[in-house]
C-alpha cells in the first residue's frame, strides 16, 4: 500500500486538462440544452413537453458538474468567456459563485471531520449530541435531513440555502445570491405572462429536477452506509477521500449526465482532475478502485437516506431506529449491572 502522498503524487497524472475537451463538453451541452428549450417551445404535442423538460432538467445538471470543476480551477481556467458563462449559469440556477466558492471550499477541506454544522454538506449529529439536544434543535436536525428537504432542494438547498440565507447574512459579500433571486424572477415572471405552463416546464420542472438531484447526490456522496468518520485530530486529506466518500454506481446515460459525479472519492483526493478524466483516474490507481459504493437504485437511496447519526461505538452512520434501540439496550444494561449482588442472589 502506497502513502498518501504517493497516491496524491500519482493522482497529479490525470489532473492534466485537455482545453479542447473542456469547450467541446460545455458547448455539446449547452446546444442540446437551447435545443431541448426550443423543443418546449415549438408546437410539438404537449404530452411531449413535460419528457423535453426533463430533459433540460438533466442537462443543467451536467453543466453545474462543469460550473463545479470550473471553479476548482480544474478545467478552462482564466478564460474571460468562461468565467462569463459560469457566472450567468450560477444566477439563473440559484448556486451564486460567492456562495458556492465558500462553502464548497470549506466542505473539501474538512469533509467528514468530527460531526456538526459543515457548509456544503449535511450537518451531521452523533446519538449522544441529538439525545441531548433540545427539542427544537432535534426538529431543525431532523428537518434538514429529510428526504423531502432533499427532494425539494430548488427550494430548500438553492434558493433559501444559497441565495436567501447568505444574502441576508452578509449582503455585501454575497450581493450576486441577491442578483439570483432577481434574475429568478425576472425570468418565472417573463416567461409566466407569456404562458404559465410555458414557465413550469422551462424553469420550475427542470430546477424541480436538477436541484432535487443535485442535493441527493451532495448527501449521498458522505452519507452511505460505509462511509467512516474521523476524530478532527485525526482527519486526514487522505482518508477523507478515501473511506468518507462514496462511489456512486450509474447506467452510462446517468453517469453522463451528472458529468461523472459517481466517482467522487476520487474528486476528493485531488479537485484539479477534470470530471472527464475521473474515471480513468479510478481505472488507473489501484487505491480507487475499493471505494465504499452506492447506487440510484431506490432501494439504495432509501437505505442512504435512512442514515441520521453517527454511531462513535459502532463506527458508523446508523437510522434514528437503530440509535434508539441502542439506546433502549444499554438502559436496560445499566439498570441491570446496577441492581445490588444480594437482590440478584434473592
Known amino acids: 500500500m502506497r502513502s498518501p502522498k504517493e497516491i496524491y503524487i500519482?493522482?497529479?497524472l490525470y489532473a492534466r486538462e485537455f482545453r479542447w475537451r473542456s469547450w467541446a463538453h460545455l458547448w455539446v451541452a449547452l446546444g442540446l440544452l437551447s435545443a431541448a428549450i426550443a423543443l418546449i417551445c415549438s408546437p410539438i404535442p404537449w404530452m411531449v413537453k413535460p419528457l423535453a423538460s426533463v430533459l433540460v432538467g438533466l442537462l443543467i445538471v451536467r453543466i453545474f458538474i462543469m460550473y463545479h470543476d470550473y471553479h476548482h480551477?480544474?478545467?478552462l481556467k482564466k478564460s474571460v468567456l468562461a468565467r462569463c458563462i459560469f457566472t450567468v449559469y450560477g444566477w439563473l440556477t440559484m448556486s451564486p459563485s460567492s456562495v458556492w466558492c465558500g462553502s464548497h471550499d470549506h466542505h473539501h477541506r474538512h469533509n467528514c471531520k468530527g460531526t456538526g454544522a459543515n457548509p456544503g454538506s449535511f450537518r451531521l449529529m452523533t446519538c449522544d449530541e441529538y439525545r441531548k439536544a433540545s427539542a427544537s434543535k432535534r426538529l431543525l436536525y431532523w428537518v434538514s435531513r429529510h428526504w423531502l428537504t432533499i427532494g425539494l432542494g430548488y427550494i430548500t438547498v438553492f434558493m433559501i440555502g444559497m441565495c436567501v440565507v447568505p444574502l441576508f447574512n452578509q449582503p455585501r459579500r454575497h450581493w450576486d445570491g441577491g442578483a439570483a433571486l432577481v434574475l429568478h424572477a425576472i425570468l418565472l415572471a417573463s416567461i409566466g405572462w407569456w404562458s404559465v405552463s410555458h414557465a413550469i416546464l422551462l424553469v420550475v420542472l427542470p430546477l424541480l429536477i436538477a436541484c432535487g438531484l443535485g442535493s441527493y447526490l451532495f448527501y449521498a456522496q458522505h452519507n452511505f452506509p460505509d462511509c467512516k468518520l474521523q476524530d478532527r485530530k485525526d482527519w486526514t486529506h487522505s482518508n477523507a477521500a478515501l473511506l468518507s466518500s462514496s462511489y456512486i454506481r450509474m447506467n452510462p446515460?446517468?453517469?453522463?449526465?451528472t458529468g461523472n459525479v459517481?466517482?467522487?472519492?476520487?474528486?476528493?483526493l485531488n479537485a484539479k482532475i477534470p470530471f472527464y478524466r475521473l474515471q480513468e483516474a479510478m481505472q488507473g490507481i489501484a487505491e480507487f478502485q475499493s471505494p465504499g459504493t452506492t447506487t440510484l437504485h431506490p432501494v439504495d437511496i432509501v437505505s442512504c437516506l435512512q442514515l441520521n447519526l453517527w454511531d462513535p461505538e459502532k463506527g458508523r452512520l446508523v437510522s434514528y431506529q437503530e440509535a434508539l434501540t441502542t439506546e433502549?439496550?444499554?438502559t436496560v444494561?445499566?439498570?441491570?449491572?446496577?441492581?445490588?449482588?444480594?437482590a440478584m442472589d434473592a
Not at 459517481?262 to 476528493?268: D, K
Not at 444494561?333 to 444480594?342: G, H, I, K, Q
Open 253 to 257: 446515460w446517468m453517469q453522463w449526465f
Open 73 to 75: 480551477g480544474a478545467i
Open 10 to 12: 500519482n493522482s497529479k
Open 333 to 342: 444494561t445499566s439498570r441491570v449491572e446496577n441492581v445490588p449482588s444480594s
Open 328 to 330: 433502549q439496550l444499554n
Open 262 to 268: 459517481g466517482f467522487h472519492h476520487v474528486h476528493h
